[in-house]
């Protein structure tokens, strides 16, 4: 299995501009999350999904969406960047909401 | 608002055990105590969770207070690769909003 898969690892966008972050698994996990870390902080929680077709907001959901398919993949879309999206974005899955997470390595977004 | 306090660094020998504290004194009876690590610039890697019981796994031992008021992470033999972030995290039964503080920073050194 190769766990959480992220792409890209590394992204520089313009203020304004739109781009999705990629997640993948495939151990059939129904839970799937999207957290962002500032530098020196902990994770915060973007939004979650608990299976296909169900999603919800975390605790900081403004300026981003997201949409659950497939069990497989959870993408992470922003709309229109801003500066104070520059983060270091984790995708997370779990077999159900109660269970452990794992993470993917990360995608690093730089907006300017 | 992570419910966790934890120490913002500690220094631990290679080969000796590193303990981490973390107080959670406002945990509710169907609150989990989870710990993760984050490696420099890599996702985090789950190591052990409990609720009451101290627990064991091949990477860490949890020791849970009997109040539940605070927790240990041991890990019991450090090595320089043990060198990471370390959170401590209270997690409720029902739901997956895991609040991650800014977490211990543990330096192993030789």
């Known amino acids: 299995n190769a766990g959480v898969t992220q792409t890209p690892k590394f992204q520089v966008l313009k203020t304004g501009q739109s781009m999705t972050l990629q997640c993948a698994q495939d151990?059939?996990?129904?839970?799937m999350s999207w957290y962002r870390q500032d530098p020196g902080m902990g994770l915060r929680l973007i939004h979650y999904?608990?299976?296909?077709?169900?999603?919800d907001q975390g605790e900081v959901p403004n300026g981003y969406n997201v949409s659950r398919s497939t069990t497989e993949d959870f993408p992470l879309r922003l709309l229109s960047a801003a500066p104070s999206q520059t983060s270091v974005y984790f995708c997370?899955?779990?077999?159900?909401?109660?269970?452990?997470?794992?993470f993917g390595p990360g995608t690093r977004l730089l907006v300017l | 608002d992570a419910k966790t306090t934890q120490p913002t660094s500690m220094d631990c020998a290679e080969g000796r055990a590193a303990n981490l504290p973390c107080n959670h004194s406002?945990?509710?009876?169907?609150?989990?105590v989870y710990w993760y690590r984050q490696i420099h610039s890599q996702g985090p890697q789950y190591i052990i969770h409990?609720?009451?019981n101290n627990e064991t796994n091949e990477m860490a031992s949890l020791i849970i207070t009997e109040d539940r008021k605070s927790s240990t992470l041991i890990l019991p033999h450090a090595t320089l690769r043990d060198t990471a972030v370390y959170y401590c995290?209270?997690?409720?039964?029902?739901?997956?909003?895991?609040?991650f503080g800014a977490g211990t920073r543990l330096t192993v050194k030789p």
């Open positions: 406002t945990i509710s009876g169907n609150e989990y």
């Open positions: 995290i209270v997690r409720p039964l029902n739901n997956n909003d895991m609040r």
């Open positions: 997370a899955s779990s077999t159900g909401v109660w269970e452990t997470q794992y």
């Open positions: 151990m059939n996990h129904e839970y």
């Open positions: 999904s608990v299976g296909a077709g169900i999603t």
């Open positions: 409990g609720l009451k």
